[in-house]
C-alpha cells in the first residue's frame, strides 16, 4: 500500500484535520476544494476506510481517522524535515537566511529584518525573494527559504507563526479630504478596486466586509499593481483599500479607516518551519522583530 500513497492526498488530510474544514484546507493550500476532496478520496480508497465524516455540524475525524491522522502528520514532517536539512547541508553557503516577502511587505519592516540578522548570535547574510502567498508557502514547504513575512490572513499548517507588526489601512479616493477618518459600514455602496488575490490585501478585505455582514462591490478589472491601483482611482473607477505604507506619496488623497471609532488594522506574520537546525535562530529573528 505505501508505495501507492499520493504524497498531495496525505497534505490534503493534513491540512482538514488541522483546519477541520475542507474549503479552508483548499483556502490554505491554494487548490480547489473539488481537487482536495477528490485527493482526499482517492486516498481513502487506498486505505479501505474514510479519514472524515461530513455534516452539516463540520468535519469530525472518523475512528480510523483518529489513528491514523497522527501517523501522517508524523510521516509528512519527516519528509519536510529531510528535504529542508538536505538543502541546508549541501548549499555552497549556508551562512545565509533566505526571507521571502509578500509584495504587501513595507520597506520598513524588511529593513527592520536586515538589523535584526545582524544581531542574531551567529551573524548571517539576508537574501530576500518576493513573491506571491502560493509561492512563499510552496518555497516554506520544498526548503527553498527560510522564514517568510506576510499578511496573517491564511491559515498556514505545520509552521511556526508569531505576529510581527501591524499598520492602519486608508481609504484613498481623489474627492475625498485627506485626514478625514471614513467609517467601514459607510464604505458599503462603494465600488471597490482590488489588486488579484495574490499578496494577501484582497483576501484580507474580503474577510473583513463578511465579517461585518457587507457584500464587496468590486470593479470588474484588477490592476497589476498598487501604483495602478492608485491611477484607476484617479480615473474615477472607484476608489480603493490599502496599508498606508503602500500609498506611493503622502500626498495622495487619502482618508483613515475606522471600525467602531478605532484603526482598522493589517497583522504581518513571521512563519517559519520547526524542527530544523536554523529554526532557534528564525524564531529569535521572528521575536526581534515583534519587539521593534
Known amino acids: 500500500m505505501l508505495d501507492r500513497l499520493n504524497l498531495e492526498g496525505l497534505r490534503y488530510a493534513q491540512a482538514v484535520a488541522e483546519t477541520k474544514s475542507f474549503s479552508a484546507a483548499a483556502k490554505a493550500y491554494g487548490v480547489t476544494q473539488p481537487a482536495l476532496s477528490n485527493g482526499i478520496a482517492r486516498l481513502e480508497e487506498r486505505f479501505g476506510a474514510r479519514l472524515f465524516d461530513r455534516s452539516p455540524r463540520g468535519v469530525t475525524k472518523t475512528a480510523f481517522g483518529a489513528r491514523i491522522l497522527p501517523l501522517i502528520d508524523n510521516a509528512l514532517s519527516g519528509l519536510d524535515a529531510i528535504t529542508v536539512e538536505a538543502q541546508r547541508l549541501t548549499s555552497a553557503d549556508d551562512n545565509k ?8 511587505i513595507g520597506p520598513q519592516l524588511v529593513a527592520r529584518a536586515f538589523s535584526a540578522v545582524r544581531e542574531l548570535p551567529v551573524p548571517r ?9 502560493e509561492e512563499l508557502r510552496e518555497a516554506l514547504l520544498t526548503g527553498d527559504l527560510d522564514l517568510v513575512l506576510i499578511p496573517a490572513v491564511a491559515a498556514l499548517p505545520r509552521f511556526d507563526h508569531l505576529i510581527i507588526d501591524a499598520e492602519p489601512l486608508v481609504v484613498i479616493d481623489p474627492l475625498c479630504q485627506t485626514g478625514t477618518p471614513v467609517d467601514l459600514a459607510s464604505t458599503g455602496n462603494d465600488k471597490l478596486i482590488m489588486v488579484p488575490d495574490t499578496c494577501g490585501l484582497t483576501r484580507f478585505t ?3 466586509f463578511k465579517a461585518h455582514e457587507m457584500a464587496v462591490h468590486a470593479y470588474p478589472g484588477e490592476p497589476a499593481s498598487y501604483q495602478a491601483l492608485e491611477e484607476w482611482v484617479n480615473l474615477g473607477l472607484g476608489s480603493a483599500i490599502l496599508p498606508v505604507s503602500k500609498l506611493t506619496s503622502p500626498d495622495v488623497p487619502h482618508r483613515p479607516l475606522i471600525d467602531d471609532g478605532n484603526e482598522v488594522e493589517i497583522f504581518y506574520e513571521a512563519v517559519w518551519k520547526s524542527g530544523t537546525s536554523m529554526a532557534p535562530d528564525l524564531r529569535l529573528l521572528a521575536q526581534d522583530l515583534a519587539a521593534r
Do not use: K
Not at 537566511?97 to 504587501?104: D, E, K, T, Y
Open 97 to 104: 537566511i533566505r526571507l521571502g516577502v509578500s509584495p504587501l
Open 125 to 133: 547574510d539576508l537574501v530576500l525573494r518576493e513573491a506571491n502567498m
Open 206 to 208: 474580503t474577510d473583513l
